[in-house]
Nanobody, 126 residues
Framework: QVQLVESGGGLAQAGGSLRLSCAASGRAFSTVVMGWFRQAPGKEREFVAAISGIGVDIYYKDSVKGRFTISRDNAKNTLYLQMNSLKPEDTAVYYC???????????????????WGQGTQVTVSS
């Protein structure tokens, strides 16, 4: 069992920055593939970024490359998403998720993730 709690969402202007955090508990964090996903109003939830357990392998959605940075601090059991150069189209509820099975990879699809946080709202104004 893994518990995930996101924080750091809020309102930003276009071009601004926000940093999301996801505090994890319940399992050896360094063994877990972690990901960030988002869901905009009226749209399906989509992948944003993922990182392997020790943070060596990272994978981004094309539209956020160069603007978002995923990272993790395994000593603090915390996942981060630094979001810079925000755009109105980044507006969504952002979720962190954990993929805990042995077969999980940093490129695993979202339907293979086992645990999800409650989400945090990010709103970017133009």
């Amino acid at each position: 069992q893994v518990q995930l709690v996101e924080s750091g969402g809020g309102l930003a202007q276009a071009g601004g920055s926000l940093r999301l955090s996801c505090a994890a508990s319940g399992r050896a964090f360094s063994t877990v593939v972690m990901g960030w996903f988002r869901q905009a109003p009226g749209k399906e939830r989509e992948f944003v970024a993922a990182i392997s357990g020790i943070g060596v392998d990272i994978y981004y959605k094309d539209s956020v490359k160069g603007r978002f940075t995923i990272s993790r601090d395994n000593a603090k059991n915390t996942l981060y998403l630094q979001m810079n150069s925000l755009k109105p189209e980044d507006t969504a509820v952002y979720y962190c998720a954990a993929c805990v099975r042995d077969r999980c990879k940093y490129y695993s699809p979202q339907n293979e993730y086992d645990y999800w946080g409650q989400g945090t709202q990010v709103t970017v104004s133009s």
